[in-house]
């Protein structure tokens, strides 16, 4: 091992460490996992220094495991074997905009929020957002989505090439800046949410929206939870193009009271926002609240003004942080799954069920327009039993989810946390995600531990 710490230092110098403060801070995740540090940290500027790192570390075995922000949810960067973590922290340049093509291309380590405010003179916006303000090379390894994917669809349908090392060091190109193809196997497909199993990426083209001329935002409550997720289904059912539409139980409503200074109800609620024309937002809302009031839920509470809407947003997006403050002594396990929308108000409900029964604190919240939502269960951390409890309830919500057509997660991905549940969800499926890892990564070294079926 010591040689390949030499060749790495070789390479990089001072930007490939051993020390304990680094490898501590990248063996930690947002989510239940016990730290896992890896055994070093490299933090490369180019592609070129990328694939020569990944070929040294194929030369000693090595694992290796790249690194965006840290905000994934299932362990998906932790380093289970050790090896080196590949941090792409300063490969955080925005290559090229072309407003004509709308479109980017970015290094892996450009967050979100930063493309954005790179955008913002030319019109356009980069409309993925799962919350967090995570690198867009992460966000593509897990396929994330987020509030905006009912509009707009998840980072799948949103990246159009990729430039990924391969676990020999080779650098391969995926996709085109051509609004589509049809010319052999979508290889760009195939690395999007293959959760750094199969190479790391290193380049991004990514597809641009045009900033809407009108944007408004709103809130509105129901008397029960069900009313509110059949009104989320009918619109859906309707056809109006929601650019968001959110979920948040009543517990998540009594808790941003608290935290943010609000007097919303303690009901369920829904926050959407609209996108369009001036014209076509007053129409979508209109269509909207023409089925909230079919279904007996209140007036909108408007939020028309960016400095509101930004105010609105970031109270759902820090919805997590706000829970762990107003249980201090619990263990955070969050968790989400995704199902057909016409079964989401009975998967809801049966969850809500559940969790009352089980005296856990479990609030739930959701990007139900597109069937996904989230569950943040509180056990207390000294109390095995509630552990326990808090385990069972992940595992029903995973079985729910399958039996009702539906995934174990729509946003989270797999990781180390939902290995379980990869079988019966994708049967033979799962065994040739295997095989491509095999002839893509012979040797295992590309994220041992996740997704994958493991020997």
Known sequence: MQAAYDALHALLGERFTTGASDRALHGQSESHFADMPPDGVAYPQTTAEVAALVSICAAHGLPVIGWGTGTSLEGHALAPHGGITVDFSRMNAVLQVSADDMLAVVQPGVTREALNTELRATGLFFPVDPGANASLGGMASTRASGTTAVRYGTMRSNVLALEVVLADGRIVRTGTRAPK???????????????????????????????????????????????????????????????????????????????????????????????GTPQGVREQAESFGNIVADMGGSAFQWAEQAQDRARLWSMRHNAYYAAR???????????????????????????????????????????????????????????????????????????????????????????????????????????????LKAALDPHGIMNPGKLLRQP
């Open 181 to 275: 193809s049809s010319t052999g196997y979508d290889l760009t497909g195939l690395f999007v949410g293959a959760e750094g199993t199969l190479g790391l990426i290193t380049e991004l083209t990514l597809r641009l929206q045009g900033q809407p001329d009108g944007i408004s935002a709103a809130v509105c409550a129901f008397d029960d939870m069900d009313a509110a997720t059949q009104t989320v289904i009918m619109t859906i059912q309707s056809g109006i193009p929601m650019a968001r539409i959110e979920f948040i139980d009543a517990t998540f409503v009594r808790i941003f009271n608290a935290r943010h200074g609000t007097d919303m109800p303690e009901k369920p609620h829904l926050m959407v926002e609209f996108h």
């Open 325 to 435: 403050a107003a249980w201090p002594d619990a263990y955070a396990i969050t968790t989400d799954v995704c199902v057909p929308i016409s079964k989401l108000a009975q998967a809801v409900r049966e969850t809500a069920d559940d969790i009352a029964a089980s005296g856990i604190p479990g609030p739930i919240l959701g990007h139900v327009g597109d069937g996904n939502f989230h569950v943040l269960l509180l056990p207390h951390r000294d109390d095995p039993a509630q552990m326990a409890k808090a385990a069972a309830l992940a595992h029903a919500m995973a079985d729910r989810a399958l039996r009702l057509g539906g995934t174990v997660s729509g946003e989270h991905g797999i990781g180390m946390g939902k290995l379980r549940y990869m079988d019966r969800e994708h049967g033979a499926g799962w065994d040739v995600m295997t095989s």
